[in-house]
């Protein structure tokens, strides 16, 4: 809490630098967090370019496009570009444009470990991409890239796979050391722990998390590498290994992951409906205790994802019961949501549009994880479209919304310039179609049996998979509009006002729009007006 | 305008309702045909219909909040952010609504995890991409093992036919099982992990390599009930059904002597001769069911994962370094050890198949005493 | 790094590290948990039988079967000579498995075994087994392999059959592997 607020950037100039090095050397974090926003919106396009890949190959029973072998690249590209290239750089880029103006600092607390952490990202990302066209292909064994599917049978490949999750992952860890640091030691006089903004809260507990499993994600691909290359047998039964304890570690780190993915949205969902609803954020205290609560259940629950794998019954009732807790925290949050929004006096600009959507979506995958928990249930669940609908309705109407609605809300902040609400709305609009159009069926056909990452699939299943593919293309289509409607605000929108939406409250809103290249040289006053109380 | 969408939207939402109430059975889980799968499905609707009732107070909620508290109704912002009382209910009633859901849960499982007592016990074998079942019979003279495999033509996958009523679930050689009897299933896999599914039994497992995990069920209806495998195994993932035959008991004891009967005449036929056009008659047959999803149809295979046939230095090459790698496999790669799996007969007809088709010409004739000399001799 | 975060810094860095090294303790605690709870269906190594000591509960047979597999393309012939034994829990039981080598190269092989259900694996003790070592074989070559295990009375009244599969490896390469690091 020391909060002596000094300018100690390299750089010693007070503006941006000229032409391609301001981009390349820069160590400050609007520019850093705009750098990030664009890399995950570029991984989003070839993320989604590959799930199209995937639901035009789905669009009817037999193989018409791609052949299984590509189709198997395409989910598992798909799955880590999406989480690793897109979920995370976003969320990591917010952080960078928002921590440091919502606690009232001048930038973030470590400027040359951010601007690594972030130019990291673009060679682990092309180094990923770049297995695709490897002899042998690329990954194709699942996003979870479960053994020995991912070693003794790997492509050569695989070896590449390595090296990029190791520096994605390292990418993590600065990002993560950062922003604790940042959050630590850099608030404004006054700005206690307990008044920090949610979106804060929720990052400083993600980040601890990132920094807990990413280490042990870094463990599992090192020993898969040395199983690989060096004759190890971590997971090799032949040699002594057991490939179960492959998804143990894996799930060890992936059940918090799915977590840090989240958190940061729900941190986003937290800002935006007290600012349009006019009205405080209903039950402060007991949303950071379940952003917490969820954090720490969060490495009790892994095993949940493999409940088909064969544990004593013991096992399985715990990870089950320990699952089920999960509901509560969660629950939490979503009554504190709607009890914001009771007798606020609501308006629905975009980011409103938005937040409401992932209140309402994100809670139907609550629901279908909640019965995924039940072991018996999810003997019938696991590994089927079901799950595939259940995740992607936590991560897209979930993570991506509350991504999408970070961006329409602080936009007008960042640049100084109001969006277009008319395309802001019909982007809304076509993502929200688009989404449930896709997913919603899934649950059917997961239902009715079909099992996920399959190129081909049974005729009965053939009308869910049409809607879905329809679905997709829909929703893909649609995100051009976003990037139509980002680049017009950049270049003409109109001017926008310091506080941009009346009932905004939070330091970034006391900066002039757009805020100075160093945020807050001097270190603000903490009103209650803009901090939580 | 945002009345409007809104308004839109819930027609939109109402329509598929009622168009799903139209499919519900398509739309809803299996109720399966044995006790386990209905438990599991009564454990499935109830909680269901949970989340739909607390979907509907809290959705309810929030649309009468977006209806009524919006500025454009003039509505004025409350200033409360807190109520103790609320927040510990809301904490509380959930818990009680979860242990509600634990209790029987937990009795399924249960009941789930007892595997004893049981009729007959069938090896479950994954390989990729087929499964393989072995009868464990107490009489070592008896056991039966065969393996299954996608029926469906490649014609079919590729649009070139008109899929048949069982796309893709339909398997050459099922898993027969007697009506009423408590079948126990011994699931492992011979390369990556697989998993065994048939949604109407309600039961589902990994097959691991080197680990073994045992299922049961009790089938008292007869039929075919079809799964598939449920655990991403490779290229054709998607290609490895599980159809399973129930029968009546005396029904499946037939089929079992036949099916001995049968495996013993295959044996016999390893000590025939055949003339060449048998050979390829025969080797083509096993080159499609065996060879063609890797090596492909036509020999050209998909380099460098699966090599080509035709032209490869190994079937235009010596003789018995083909015999070799067919029956012994190539370790490490998707190439099995085919002595597991087919019989002399078998191997020597896909061998002459592949040595003199496909583009190939060698011009020799192998016949399953070559193959039985060459085993002799190792 | 700037100096007043440093102390924030070293912390962080410590507890990435940390994990980083609790990944890798994952493995032995791992082992540790199978062979406690017969996850996976471990059986553990060696185990000594007392003939003297011996409790053998006569009020129950248990049905054990045995599979025996070769996995990975592995070419070698594996099969064992009794398919099922009924055995009371307590008593010592021997049955035999053969082993092939059909190849015309030396070969190393590994059987890895399992026990099914889960809740029988901590009570089946094996005396004297092929698996807990590597086999061997020059071109040719067979070999009768003895197996030796009691049940412990101990085990679960519910538990009325028991089932043991070996899966047989290739391991030659593994173990060339291993006799060329030394000097590596």
Redesign the interface.
Known sequence: MSAVIETHHDDHHHGPGKGITRWLFTTNHKDIGTLYLWFSFIMFLVGGAMALVIRAELFQPGLQFVHPEFFNQMTTNHGLIMVFGVIMPAMVGLANWQVPMMIGAPDMALPRLNNLSFWILPFAGGLLVSTLFMDGGGPNFGWTFYAPLSTTYAPPSTTFFIFAVHLLGASSIMGSINIIATILNLRAPGMTLMKMPLFVWTWLITAYLLLAVMPVLAGAVTMMLFDIHFHTSFFNAAGGGDPVMFQHVFWFFGHPEVYILILPAFGVVSQIIPTFARKPLFGYDSMVYAVASIAFLSFIVWAHHMFTVGMPLAGQLFFMYATMLIAIPTGVKVFNWVSTMWRGSMTFETPMLFAIAFVVLFTIGGFSGLMLAITPVDFQYHDTYFVVAHFHYVLVPGAVFGIFAAVYYWLPKWCGRMYDEAMGRLHFWLSFIGVNLTFFPQHFSGLAGMPRRIPDYSIQFADFNMWSSIGAFIFGFSQLILLYTVIKTIKSGEPASDRVWDGAHGLEWTLPSPPPYHSFTHPPVVTDAEAHS | ??VK?IMR?TLGAAL?VAAACGYAD?????VGVTEV?E??YG??ML??YI?CG??VI??G??AY??YH????RG?????????TR??IF??VI??FI?VG??IP??Q???K???????DM?V?V?GY?WKWQY?Y???N?NN?LSFFSSLATSQD????KAI?G?????EVDNPLVVPTGKKV?L?V?A????H?W?V?DF?????A???????IWFIADEPGIYR?????????????MPVVVRVVPEDEYRDWYSAQSAAYTEREAMARQTFSPDELMTMGEQVYTKVCSTCHQANGQG?P??FPAISGSPVATGPRDAHI?AV???????????F??QLNAAELAAVIHYQRNALGNSVGDVTQPVDILNW?AA? | MAGRHGNTVTKLVLLGVGMFGFAFALVPLYDLLCDVTGLGGRTGGAYAYEPAKAEVDTSRLVKVNFVANTNDGMPWQFWGETPTVRVHPGELTEVKFYVKNPTDRAMVGQAVPSVAPNAAAEHFHKTECFCFERQILQPGEELEMPMRFFLAPELPKYVQSVSLSYSLFDITELAAAERTRPEA
């Open positions: 305008m945002n969408a939207a598929v398509e739309l809803n889980m299996r799968s438990s599991v454990l499935h909680i269901l989340c607390i979907g809290v959705f909620a929030m909040s977006i508290h919006r500025k454009s509505a004025v912002a409350a200033k409360f952010h807190e109520n609320l927040e809301w904490t959930p818990t979860l859901m634990a849960a937990t399924v499982l249960i789930m995890y007892d595997t004893g007592g049981e016990t090896e074998r990729q072995k464990l019979d107490e070592r056991t079919e996958i590729h649009n899929k009523e069982h796309y893709l679930l126990r011994l492992t011979n390369d990556v992990i998993s599914w949604p309600g039961v589902k497992r990994d691991i390599p080197g680990i073994l995990n045992d799964g598939q495998c449920t655990e991403l195994c490779g290229k054709d993932h998607g290609f998909l460098p994962v070799a029956y012994n496999g190539r370790p490490g790669t998707a190439m099995q050890a002595s597991a085993a190792q």
